[in-house]
């Protein structure tokens, strides 16, 4: 019986309530086989119940636009083939394309201080179609007239650089000296002054510029006079 089971068995079971046993017998095992059989195949892979569409990890924001041939030479001119430009265009508000260039350091892990590490950094401007070094940034802080205001009197190899650029002032930046450690070092505030046509330091409230000094450390001139020998 066992070996012809087929369509033609189950034609006879009908026909007797004895083979009506064998013949539930016999195909429930085939039944539950073949339910067995459906549900070992992979299900097609489905999202999580109420997640919706997958949610970026991350806000995806805009590549930042291509460094023309031409503000990337004058950068290599003055910094070296590793400049890397970080801003360009109308970064004063004063009509004229400017570039914020650097040589960039790698980060060091004990500081937590934001911002990029740089040796040195420099402002050109384009004005005339010429362009011309308007800050520069090395161990001490310079323009065109001389050393900033606030500059340290120690050589600094290292400042942490920050940056933001305002809609009605333009670029501010701030340099740190970088000092491992050292967490009450205040950074010193630089932008551009509409009245001198010049970037400037700014006092710890980066609000008033401060004068070029003439030399570092200079001294201020006593109003005792020596007494005559």
């Not at 083979?19 to 085939?30: C, E, M, N, Y």
């Not at 790698?106 to 050109?124: D, H, L, M, Q, W």
């Not at 409230?205 to 000094?213: A, C, D």
Request: aromatic share 4%.
């Amino acid at each position: 019986m066992s070996a012809t089971i087929d369509g033609k068995l189950v034609k006879r079971a009908t026909g007797g309530a004895a083979l009506r046993g064998v013949t539930l017998l016999v195909f429930a095992p085939i039944i539950l086989a073949t339910l067995a059989g459906c549900g070992t195949d992979t299900p097609a892979p489905s999202a999580a119940p109420n997640s919706g569409p997958a949610a970026p990890t991350a806000e995806t924001k805009p590549a930042a636009p291509a460094v023309p041939d031409e503000e990337q030479g004058a950068a290599h001119a003055l910094l070296g083939s590793d400049a890397q430009v970080l801003l360009f265009g109308d970064l004063a508000k004063n009509g004229n394309e400017e570039v914020l260039a650097a040589n960039v350091l790698p980060k060091t892990p004990t500081n937590t201080i934001p911002g990029t590490v740089v040796s040195r950094a420099i402002i050109v401007e384009k004005a005339d179609g010429k362009w011309t070094e308007v800050l520069h940034v090395d161990e001490h802080l310079k323009n065109q007239r001389g050393l900033l205001g606030g500059t340290p009197r120690e050589p600094v190899t290292g400042w942490r650089l920050q940056y933001e650029q305002d809609p009605v002032q333009g670029l501010q930046l701030y340099f740190t000296p970088e000092k491992t450690g050292d967490a009450h070092v205040l950074p010193i505030g630089i932008r551009f002054n509409p009245k001198t046509k010049r970037y400037q330091s700014t006092d710890r409230t980066f609000e008033k510029f401060l004068p070029e000094v003439a030399s570092l450390g200079e001294a201020p001139r006593s109003t005792v006079r020596s007494p005559v020998r």
